[in-house]
T-cell receptor, first 116, second 114 residues
Framework: DQQVKQNSPSLSVQEGRISILNCDYT??????FLWYKKYPAEGPTFLIS?????DKNEDGRFTVFLNKSAKHLSLHIVPSQPGDSAVYFC???????????????FGRGTQLTVWP | SAVISQKPSRDICQRGTSLTIQCQVD?????MFWYRQQPGQSLTLIAT?????????ESGFVIDKFPISRPNLTFSTLTVSNMSPEDSSIYLC???????????FGSGTQLSVL
């Protein structure tokens, strides 16, 4: 049973425009969310995270929004650059004892292509 | 940031054989994990590698099929035993440092079983 869902397997965006990657989850116990980026032949690398006590977290061109009532989060990349072309994985977890990360549940990923 | 070296990066194996994947971290990590990514699927946790003791396996994964070792805080191996074509996948090791959001991944092993 897929607890974290990324329903768009691919997204194509022109350079300079906004990329919006979406993620839905089903488990209301999840309280910590992460985005990972993966280039071909490389392992996923951590990009940005958000705790359930927030609804927005920003880091440079990357912003993650969390809508707890809808069990939905999104990653915004502005402006998009060709180097952002990669597979983006959404992951969710339930924090243990407030700070230790529990098991991560991953979505299937969205392939982002940014074209010039 | 910790760096995880994983090898081999890819292999093509015959049905019925076994392959051992190695994972070396350049610094101590509290937790190490093994994941599998089947084509078109999400990353699925196989097991947590425990230092000096038996790994903790997730539902659907067993020690006889995926024996795991972790002799120290920086090294772990995963063996895919008695392989079949259904085991063709990317296998990834990961480590978690003191900061809970810092889950690092190796570059992965692309396994193809004929």
């Amino acid at each position: 049973d897929q607890q974290v869902k990324q329903n768009s397997p691919s997204l194509s965006v022109q350079e300079g425009r906004i990329s919006i990657l979406n993620c839905d989850y089903t488990n209301s116990m999840f309280d910590y969310f992460l985005w990972y980026k993966k280039y071909p032949a490389e392992g996923p690398t951590f990009l940005i995270s958000i705790s359930s006590i927030k609804d927005k977290n920003e880091d440079g061109r990357f912003t993650v929004f969390l809508n707890k009532s809808a069990k939905h989060l999104s990653l915004h990349i502005v402006p998009s650059q060709p180097g952002d072309s990669a597979v983006y994985f959404c992951a969710a977890s339930a924090l243990r004892r407030g700070s230790t990360l529990g098991r991560l549940y991953f979505g299937r990923g969205t392939q982002l292509t940014v074209w010039p | 940031s910790a760096v995880i070296s994983q090898k081999p990066s890819r292999d093509i194996c015959q049905r019925g054989t076994s392959l051992t994947i190695q994972c070396q971290v350049d610094s101590q990590v509290t937790m190490m994990f093994w994941y599998r990514q089947q084509p078109g699927q999400s990353l699925t946790l196989i097991a947590t590698a425990n230092q000096g003791s038996e790994a903790t396996y997730e539902s659907g994964f067993v020690i006889d099929k995926f024996p795991i070792s972790r002799p120290n805080l920086t090294f772990s191996t995963l063996t895919v035993s008695n392989m079949s074509p259904e085991d063709s996948s990317i296998y990834l090791c990961s480590g978690q440092g003191a900061e809970y959001e810092k889950l690092f991944f190796g570059s992965g092993t692309q396994l193809s079983v004929l």
